[in-house]
Nanobody, 126 residues
Framework: QAQAVESGGGSVQAGGSLRLSCAAS????????VAWFRQEPGKEREGVAT????????TYADSVMGRFTISHDRDKTTLYLQMNDLKPEDSGTYYC???????????????????WGQGTQVTVLS
């Protein structure tokens, strides 16, 4: 079973920045949507950002638009999430995920994705 390693989480003051990484070989392809999700204890998992390599199409949740940036490295082995101007409501465990797509239409719907890693914890202090 394919696996990914998420890293880069930590504790930061509100207004600060973090960059998350998701390292996995074969994770970012033109046949798959890749995405970042987050989840707080007792709450449902929510989509943060998606990326499709075919046209480099990106989708962001309204709550992170203008503050977060999804990207990948040159070799397409690592997916990043740059998070700026962090807010306490951004706290949670962040996961990367993948789903095969024939169309490149990537949705922020966690039920559609396969989650490869254990997540990385982000805590934003007010």
């Amino acid at each position: 079973q394919a696996q990914a390693v998420e890293s880069g989480g930590g504790s930061v003051q509100a207004g600060g920045s973090l960059r998350l990484s998701c390292a996995a070989s074969g994770f970012i392809t033109v046949s798959h949507c890749v995405a970042w999700f987050r989840q707080e204890p007792g709450k449902e998992r929510e989509g943060v950002a998606t990326f499709w390599a075919g046209t480099r199409r990106i989708t962001y949740a309204d709550s992170v638009m203008g503050r977060f940036t999804i990207s990948h490295d040159r070799d397409k082995t690592t997916l990043y999430l740059q998070m700026n101007d962090l807010k306490p409501e951004d706290s949670g465990t962040y996961y990367c995920a993948q789903v095969r797509t024939p169309t490149g239409r990537c949705r922020l719907a966690p039920a559609e994705y396969q989650f490869w890693g254990q997540g990385t914890q982000v805590t934003v202090l007010s």
